[in-house]
């Protein structure tokens, strides 16, 4: 049985969308990092925050 021919571009355009996933991937891994960063230098700060005297903090 022969197979159907795709259209003309359609393998180009397969290519494209293939190209956009895979960099909205990375994007996506380097978003979670800086999440990740970010939620760490949170929790330090506000341990810090915890344990420094509000006299050395000048809020207090």
Not at 14 to 43: C, F, N, P, V, W
Request: hydrophobic share 40%; net charge positive.
């Amino acid at each position: 049985m022969a197979q159907a021919k795709e259209p003309d571009g359609y393998d180009e355009e397969l290519a494209r969308i293939e190209a956009s996933i895979a960099d909205l991937k990375i994007r996506d891994m380097a978003a979670a990092k800086e999440r990740t960063q970010i939620a760490y230098l949170t929790r330090v700060m506000r341990r810090h925050l915890q344990t420094t005297p509000a006299a050395v903090r000048r809020d207090g």
